[in-house]
């Protein structure tokens, strides 16, 4: 319904009061009588313009309700539709490895993959590489990215053989800490230094992990990053106790050569 301006109003109402004026102007007998028309007329105009003003200012009022009601719906329906697409991905939720220590077993921790953010993960695939055995078992491989060469037939064979798979079907709710069978063996050394690779069908997660003997008890260091394409990695959990063997300018390096 497209609203009329009250100038149009005006209007008509001036044309019909030209108009009848006009006839009056030919009957002198029945002046009075066309001039109570003229009144009524304007009148009946008048409050039918206003009636109408009114429709159409209720109109746009419940018009402008109805589409704040479908746009709240809609937004609704966007935020379920998301809810539920991050309920399957695992939207902003990640996961780490951890090593929980009994006293009386130092050396074989239970192993287990701590669940951090709102949704839960689906599918977890946990890979992790001893890197001191990896270094001395495989020393020609270039290290850094911008080194890396295709590797051979019996290097392939050999990393394999170095990496130890743990698979998750479900990690949630919030919070939940998943235990890994069977109980880690340490390797004997004071400098163990584990890369972790975590992924699932939807997110790739990276781990590294180190644990250093301080006063013949075990510590450790982590952090958890995600790549994110054609920028720096999101670091998404850091945890370095105050014990932690630092470098000389006091911090952990990160690298694993």
Not at 105 to 110: E, L
Not at 124 to 149: C, F, Q, W
């Amino acid at each position: 319904m497209q609203q009329l301006n009250p100038a149009i109003w005006i209007m008509v109402l001036a044309f019909v009061v030209v108009l009848l004026e006009f006839i009056v102007s030919f009957d002198e007998k029945r002046k009075p009588l066309w001039r109570d028309l003229i009144v009524i007329s304007a009148v009946l105009i008048l409050g039918f313009g206003v009636t109408a003003q009114n429709q159409q200012e209720a109109f746009n009022r419940e018009l402008a309700n109805k589409s704040e009601e479908i746009s709240k719906k809609s937004d609704k329906i966007a935020e379920l539709t998301s809810e539920n697409a991050f309920m399957s991905s695992g939207g902003d939720s990640f996961c780490y490895l951890a090593f929980i220590f009994n006293g009386d077993a130092p050396n074989t921790p239970i192993l287990g993959v701590v669940h951090e953010g709102k949704y839960p993960l689906q599918n977890v695939h946990v890979v992790i590489t001893d890197m001191e055995h990896y270094n001395a078992t495989l020393p020609n491989i270039p290290k850094g990215r911008s080194n890396a060469t295709p590797s051979t037939a019996e290097e392939l064979d050999k990393f394999d053989e170095m990496n130890v798979l743990f698979e998750v079907p479900f990690l949630g709710p919030p919070g939940t800490t998943m235990r890994l069978r069977p109980r880690w063996k340490l390797p004997d050394r004071d400098q163990i230094t584990y890369s972790i690779q975590i992924y699932t069908q939807f997110q790739t997660f990276h781990q590294h992990l180190k644990l250093r003997r301080v006063d013949g008890r075990w510590t450790i260091a982590f952090r958890v990053i995600k790549p994110v394409p054609d920028k720096e990695p999101l670091v998404l959990r850091e945890d370095v106790p105050k014990n932690f063997p630092r470098d000389q300018s006091g911090k952990v390096s990160w690298l694993y050569f």
